[in-house]
């Protein structure tokens, strides 16, 4: 099958900067879409940012201008640039990859197990 790991995140002051990487691996056929999703305490999983195969972006409203989505197709991997975080950016990122394996005819969904973003003074 697929998997995804995340890395990058940790605590940050408010205004500040952090990078996030997710790597796909496993017996992979094709990726289409890959995004990030996060998580609040008490919250519902909501999209932060997606990103085609071929390069088209989507952003939740709430991180437009601040958060920058990328991919290398090469390396299966995708990044989240976070700059001038602000505490309700507080959650768990999940990465997300629509990717089809070698053993399935079906694009599947598929997440990383989580990585925690603190944003504090």
């Known amino acids: 099958q697929v998997q995804l790991v995340e890395s990058g995140g940790g605590l940050v002051q408010p205004g500040g900067s952090l990078r996030l990487s997710c790597a796909a691996s496993?017996?992979?056929?094709?990726?289409?879409?890959m995004g990030w999703y996060r998580q609040a305490p008490g919250k519902q999983r909501e999209l932060v940012a997606t990103?085609?195969?071929?390069?088209?972006?989507n952003y939740a409203d709430s991180v437009k201008g601040r958060f920058a989505i990328s991919r290398d197709n090469a390396k299966n991997t995708v990044f989240l640039q976070m700059n001038i975080l602000k505490p309700e950016d507080t959650a768990v990122y999940y990465c997300?990859?629509?990717?089809?394996?070698?053993?399935?005819?079906?694009?599947?969904?598929?997440w990383g197990q989580g990585t925690q973003v603190t944003v504090s003074s």
């Open positions: 990103i085609s195969s071929g390069g088209s972006t």
């Open positions: 496993g017996s992979i056929f094709r990726i289409n879409d």
């Open positions: 997300n990859a629509k990717a089809r394996s070698y053993y399935s005819p079906s694009y599947d969904n598929y």
